[in-house]
């Protein structure tokens, strides 16, 4: 053992000694979330609308504040009529815009219903189909005040609860499945280079005639990187929870013990393309190519699973990190224990099993 860890702390050393690597180990992580966790977001906030009230009655002023008041618009100013909201549209100072026509609550008092007319810009498509969603919900919220005042005699009323995530903030989505891209990309990247590094420093044949076991110079090489992995992994956890206001409801000691697994098997698997590889810019290529474009595609943060076809659905059973976004999910968002996750755990116990045999049997402990 005394040897062993020698060996750990020798690799120690090749990580604090190179400051790319560090970089890569900690920098590339936390950017990767703060860009996650921000930028690409499927919420809408703050765009620009412009309202056109002929009416200028209580009604048409009472759901200008609301829309004013919500954080998916931002009201610019009040147009004076139709033609102003071509020209604004060609300038590109405005996503939608709102008219109300004349005698609005008139018509809301006398015939209990009343149109208001609502233009986006179609030429982003999604963008305009949620705007316009967001103001019909508005819409239906303050009619929905309106009925509860009247007090008609029948009311068929629908109450809707979005479990887990009210707000339906984009981070809950895409937070854990961040964690799952930067844990299985860095781990991966990191030891793909390790052994690599080794044969084309020359020191490679030192190890195999040393009286070391070669078995033991992978576990070596392993360590660090999980405890370098379990650091990242809690700057991660705490970014999330005091930055972006992710929820978590679960255990903290579960949570680990799941990453701690899906570490495993990253680095498990960033072994085996370093014992298949002689040189380290093969090996990162392999690591960046093979797991950064899967981990993205097949994890289910961005696209959903469900809407692929059936054999993409397949391949997407293979990849670690899908597993591992349910298991986050589970325990953070939904505050689940492992009797619901047991199946996913499994999967990914399998999957370590498996990446680990393999790095053993593909390590060559001869050079020729």
Known sequence: MKQFFTFVKKEFYHV???????????????????????????????????????????????????LAASDQFELQK????????????????????????????????????????????????????SLTNYVNNIVRDYQQERVNESQLPYQIQAEIRMLYNPELKGATNFVPGVMALVLVLVCVLMTSISIVREKENGTMEILLVSPFN?????????????????????????LSIFLMEMPFEGSLLLFYAESSLLIIAALSLGLLISNSTDSQQTAMLLALMGMMIPTMLFTGFMFPIENMPVPLRIISNVVPSKWYYIIVKSIMIKGLGFSAIWKETLVLV????FFLFVSFKKFKIRLA
Do not use: C, W
């Open 16 to 66: 604090f000694r190179d400051r790319k690597t560090l970089l890569m180990l900690f920098g590339l992580p936390i950017a990767q979330i703060m860009l996650f966790g921000f930028a690409l977001t499927n919420e809408i906030k703050d765009s620009k609308i412009m309202v056109v009230d002929y009416a200028n009655d209580s009604a048409s002023k009472e759901i200008i504040q609301k």
């Open 78 to 129: 009040s147009l004076m009529s139709h033609r102003e909201i071509e020209a604004a549209f060609k300038q590109g100072i405005v996503n939608l815009a709102v008219v109300f026509p004349a005698n609005f609550n008139s018509d809301l008092l006398s015939q209990n219903s009343a149109q208001i007319q609502v233009i986006a810009d179609a030429s982003d498509p999604n963008k305009a189909n």
């Open 214 to 238: 070669p078995f033991l110079v992978i576990i070596s090489k392993a360590v660090p990187y999980f405890v370098l992995s379990l650091i990242n992994l809690t700057v991660i956890l705490l």
């Open 350 to 353: 399998g999957m370590t099993a």
